[in-house]
């Protein structure tokens, strides 16, 4: 008949405006990771170090050694009318050093040797004055900064903030859409047509694969524009990892919402689910950080080679003998989830 | 003519509540069939027996001539079922709603022509989140008319509804039945059955306890006449019974309902006690029995609890 569309074009179509009708589900998939690369990419930015924090007691030479420090710039002075109000704020830790220089002792350099900036700031100081005084170098040397875009913790940041993301969309959006329909018993009105069970889980899975390729195509747009994030390896090995995440998270959203009678429970185990990847599969920081007998386990978790697979292509530039391994654990999760979940899936 | 639907022996224990217990049944092609019964006589479970959704214990069900296990894809074809107390999805629009039912099934009705079946096309392009209870409830019959259905199952269709939107989707089911569709509703209306139905069943504690016509159900009462009157100081129960010719007696409203096998005894019977009584006459009205004093003659109990 004319009037027949595509089941699952149509399954798929109708799932993507529900989607799109719900503002807040849009916040979380698009918004909320670019707002989380930013503000973390503010807090982490590379900058130069504060100056750190002197005191300088008064006395005769007070005035040309507050100049001298204040020309340094490493450090920053403030001066004190008596040695003990001085010493005052170096216990509170207002100060890292007390600079005092007295008729026949010279200078004296009252500070902390367990604080590290106090021993920066010795340094610093006695720089500072000694070269004011006169002192000369006796080899010449300039610095050459080093500056690595791909070393700084945006770039570790923004590829584990992707694979989060792409665990997050699979999980709940898939987990809590199936759980809802079944609880309105929306489930069962389908299953009551001639509606194929496959058609209605793979529009689950086809209208999120919309979503996962906005939502990859935002955050690295994002990384690239706002902090010229680097990306080494081709794009298409790229997309390739994604598909797998993303087939690889629907799979677990199905697997997890396959008999969940109540959001509550769904909820539950989608928290079982989630909180150990985002805890040790790299995201913030470096999975290696944890003991090597967690290892095993923490590099079999999918999100954990999700996130090594895309800062392999994207940090490194690794083609794909590198990340062959990741591939095939996201590829073996997304076939046994699928499995498991179209076996033990409650209609009802 | 293959019947539409015909079970024997139909079992289902939730627990150690029998849900259904032993319930046959046979719906001829063509017939609008009702289920009548109180809430918790199973006959949602019944129904959805007979849908494919739940299996039974025991028994054997055939549906236009098929089994479920069998030929289940072919009979969803050929199927249309409303649930009770399923919700459709809230953001979609009526259109679109009836758009992706009609995409499930090979062959079936145009959504447009649905819309316009149900009197839906107002609300064409509004989120079903925003429709009224009588609309949901046509829109979700329009969903199961989608495949254009040899066979019709409605459960409790106008459970909740006003009584504007009960008549409105009355005449919608009515028209289908015309077209020479089977229909089988369950239903605690018993005015919903006797405008619809060509044959009910009574169904009580999981089993048949009647069937026929509406029309044969009340002629097999023994007292086919209901008297309804009220007096000044109220009469006693005790008082009715010892009256020739009169049968069941209940309350309702301050009234009294007594059913009489001739009005032309238990009349007169009446008014002689009363007035020996006492009594002084506030009303009197007598009507034919419904299919409501008939499940109260069978059961001893009132079809709706509210």
């Known amino acids: ?348 | 003519m293959t019947p539409a639907i015909v079970c024997r022996g139909l079992e289902k224990h939730y627990g150690d509540v029998k849900a259904v217990d032993g319930l046959d049944l046979e719906v001829a092609a063509g017939e609008c069939f009702g289920l009548l019964g109180p809430n918790g006589a199973g006959k949602t479970t019944t129904i959805e027996i007979l849908e494919g959704l739940t299996a039974p214990d025991a028994g054997e069900v055939v549906i236009l001539g098929r089994r479920w296990g069998s030929h289940e894809r072919e009979l969803r074809e050929r199927l249309g079922i409303s649930l009770q107390e399923s919700r459709l999805t809230e953001k979609l629009t009526v259109a679109e709603t009836l758009v992706l039912f009609r995409s499930f099934y090979l062959r079936g009705r145009d959504p447009e022509q649905l819309m316009a079946d149900m009197s839906l096309e107002e609300k064409r392009d509004a989120r079903v989140g925003k429709l009224s209870g009588g609309q949901r409830q046509r829109l979700a019959v329009a969903c199961a008319l989608a495949g254009d259905p040899e066979l019709l199952f409605l459960d409790e269709p106008t459970t909740g509804l006003d009584p504007q939107s009960r008549l409105q989707l009355w005449e919608r089911i009515a028209a289908y039945k015309q077209a020479g569709r089977s229909v089988l509703l369950t239903t605690h209306y018993m005015e919903e059955a006797e405008r619809l139905c060509d044959r009910v069943a009574v169904v009580d504690h999981g089993r048949i306890i009647a069937q026929g016509t509406p029309a044969e159900l009340i002629a097999g009462l023994k007292a086919p006449h209901i008297i309804e009157f009220s007096t000044e100081p109220r009469v006693e129960d005790d008082f009715l019974s010892r009256i020739p010719g009169i049968g069941e007696r209940r309350q309702r409203d301050g009234r009294w309902l007594l059913a009489a096998a001739s009005l032309a005894q238990a009349v007169p019977a009446l008014l002689a006690a009363l007035d020996g009584a006492g009594a002084k006459l506030l009303s009197l009205s007598t009507h034919r029995a419904t299919l409501e004093d008939v499940f109260i003659a069978l059961t001893g109990r009132e079809l709706r609890d509210e």
């Open chain 1, 1 to 348: 008949m004319s009037d027949r569309r595509h089941p699952l074009a149509t399954l798929t179509k109708m799932r993507l405006l529900e989607f799109v009708r719900e503002p807040e589900a849009l916040f979380w998939v698009f918004a909320f990771p670019v707002l989380m690369a930013l503000v973390l990419g503010f807090a982490f930015r590379d900058r130069p170090p504060d100056p750190v924090p002197v005191g300088v007691v008064s006395g005769p030479s007070a005035a040309e050694l507050t100049q001298a420090l204040g020309r340094s710039g490493a450090v920053k002075p403030s001066a004190y009318p008596s040695l003990a109000e001085g010493l005052e704020a170096l216990r509170t830790g207002k100060i890292a050093l007390l600079v005092e220089e007295t008729a026949g002792l010279g200078l004296t350099y009252h500070f902390d040797r367990t604080r590290p900036d106090a021993r920066i700031a010795r340094l610093e100081v006695d720089d500072a004055v000694q070269r004011s005084r006169g002192r000369g170098d006796p080899s010449p040397a300039r610095d050459a900064l080093v500056h690595e875009k791909g070393s700084r913790y945006i770039d570790f940041l923004l590829p584990g903030i992707l694979g989060l993301n792409l665990m997050g969309t699979g999980i709940w959006g898939i987990g809590f859409a199936i759980v809802n329909a079944r609880l309105k018993k929306t489930l069962k009105l389908m299953v009551a047509t001639p509606m194929r069970k496959s058609d209605y889980l793979l529009a689950q899975m086809l209208s999120r694969f919309v979503f996962f390729v906005l939502e990859v195509i935002v955050i690295l747009a994002f990384g690239v524009a706002a902090f010229q994030v680097p990306v080494r390896g081709s794009f298409a090995l790229l997309a390739l990892i994604t598909v797998l995440g993303a087939l690889c998270f629907g799979g677990i959203g199905l697997l997890v919402a396959a008999r969940a009678r109540t959001l509550e429970a769904a909820n539950g185990l989608m928290n079982l689910v989630m909180v150990p990847m985002w805890l040790f599969s790299g995201v913030f920081f470096s999975s290696e950080r944890f003991p090597k007998a967690a290892q095993p386990f923490i590099q079999a978790l999918p999100l954990t080679a999700l996130n090594n697979a895309l800062r392999a292509v994207m940090l490194e530039g690794r083609a794909l003998p590198a990340i062959a391994v990741e591939l095939v654990i996201l590829g073996a999760w997304a076939l046994v989830a699928f499995a498991v979940a179209l076996k033990i899936f409650r209609w009802q």
